[in-house]
């Protein structure tokens, strides 16, 4: 499923068509399509994992689900859901969701629920986790009206960066975790953007994926359905803390030499410590 920096690099690759008429629309969507035939674009915008074909009175919204793809000129695939041309090319969405609607934009969507968005606001999205204190921190950062934008791989790599593990609770989080949260989650957002377009995404993931834990070189927890949201997630129990933290913390026994050889080839072994809150451990 593409995350929001995803369809940011859409809304950027589409800006040839902006202010241009569409001339034809084919489709296999349901929707009432020849609605769009000889309207204008008055803008690409996009809200999260939503991407929008403002025209005159109408907008089309496009979301690509699970495996809905684009492309642009070129017909890629057989049967598109909506095909738009226009006089200087055309444009291909596949296997994805198209709704129209007529309501303004502007009132139907919250623009500072975006994180890629300039009217982001992370008071906003303080006040909103603060209502939800049972809410565990993976399903937060997937909940759209808080992180609109923020997929499963943002996710995972947000909560390993800023060390927190998955499960804790939003409620328990130390003041200053919730605003590391809200935080990396745009910052992250728009390194995935520079890094995707460079085609060089994956090389930067820490977690999402991964079987060691580059900092404590200790195999990485995957659970295949983590959370109300059922997504999968990858974490380190060493060094991700669960938070509320137990008064006492169970002592922890060293990693099995076999453990320690499998992750050893990520650099140097440093045996696993628990401790309470500080974490010695350099990324
Ligand atoms: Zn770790």
Not at 59 to 67: E, N, S, Y
Not at 129 to 149: H, R, S, T, V, Y
Not at 221 to 233: D, N, P, Y
Request: charged share 25%; proline share 7%.
């Amino acid at each position: 499923m593409p995350e929001g920096p995803s369809i940011v690099i859409l809304k950027e690759e589409v800006q040839l068509f902006a202010g241009k008429k569409i001339l034809e629309v084919t489709g296999n969507t349901k929707e009432d399509k020849a609605l769009l035939n000889g309207k204008k674009v008055v803008s690409f915008e996009s809200w999260g994992k939503h991407f929008l074909i403002r025209l005159q009175g109408l907008t089309v919204k496009i979301h690509f689900l699970l495996f809905g793809s684009y492309s642009i000129n070129e017909m890629r695939k057989p049967n598109p859901r909506l095909h738009l041309k226009f006089s200087n090319g055309d444009l291909y969405l596949y296997s994805c969701s198209v709704k129209l609607f007529t309501e303004d934009p502007d009132a139907v969507y919250d623009w500072s629920a975006d994180v890629m968005n300039d009217n982001w606001s992370p008071a906003k999205a303080r006040k909103k986790l603060k209502a939800l204190p049972d809410a565990l921190a993976c399903d937060a950062l997937l909940n759209q009206e808080i992180f609109a934008g923020v997929g499963n791989i943002i996710k995972n790599e947000v909560l390993f960066r800023i060390r927190v593990h998955p499960e804790s609770l939003i409620g328990a989080l130390p003041p200053r975790k919730l605003t590391e949260l809200i935080a990396e989650a745009r910052k992250y957002s728009f390194q995935f953007l520079e890094w995707k377009k460079a085609f060089e995404l994956k090389k930067h993931w820490l977690a999402h994926t991964k079987t060691c834990c580059p900092r404590c070189h200790i195999p990485f927890v995957k659970e295949k359905h983590l959370g109300k949201t059922k997504r999968r997630a990858f974490f380190c129990e060493n060094c991700q803390v669960r938070y509320p933290q137990p008064a006492i913390l169970a002592p922890r026994l060293p990693p099995s030499r076999k453990i320690l050889l499998k992750c050893a080839g990520q650099g140097n072994v440093v045996p696993a410590k628990r401790s309470g809150g500080k974490r010695s451990i350099p990324l």
